[in-house]
Nanobody, 126 residues
Framework: QVQLVESGGGVVQAGGSLRLSCAAS????????LGWFRQAPGKEREFVAA????????GYADSVKGRFTISRDDAKNAMYLQMNNVKPEDTGVYYC???????????????????WGQGTQVTVSS
């Protein structure tokens, strides 16, 4: 099973930008769909963005569409989430995850993914 470590979280003002990274060890990212999820205090973990390996198709939650960009670098075994024009409602713990199934359309539910990182905190101040 692949081990995942997120980094890049922090405190940022509303309207600012942040770039999250996810590094993998144990197995290569190649072949996997990769996803970002987030969880705010007292709320369920929710889908943010995902990217397939086949065709690098992407999917985004409506709440982040046009502001966040997911990307992957399989040569570095890394995945990224560029967050622009952040809002206070983007605050939460961000998790990267791996879906071992070969897909052309990325999965958007927690149950689609079977490997998770420990998370990185993102706090957006107003």
């Amino acid at each position: 099973q692949v081990q995942l470590v997120e980094s890049g979280g922090g405190v940022v003002q509303a309207g600012g930008s942040l770039r999250l990274s996810c590094a993998a060890s144990g197995r290569t990212f190649s072949g996997y769909t990769l996803g970002w999820f987030r969880q705010a205090p007292g709320k369920e973990r929710e889908f943010v963005a995902a990217i397939t390996w086949v065709g690098t198709h992407t999917g985004y939650a409506d709440s982040v569409k046009g502001r966040f960009t997911i990307s992957r670098d399989d040569a570095k075994n890394a995945m990224y989430l560029q967050m622009n024009n952040v809002k206070p409602e983007d605050t939460g713990v961000y998790y990267c995850a791996v879906d071992p199934k070969v897909r052309t359309v990325p999965g958007i539910t927690v149950d689609d993914y079977n490997s998770w990182g420990q998370g990185t905190q993102v706090t957006v101040s107003s």
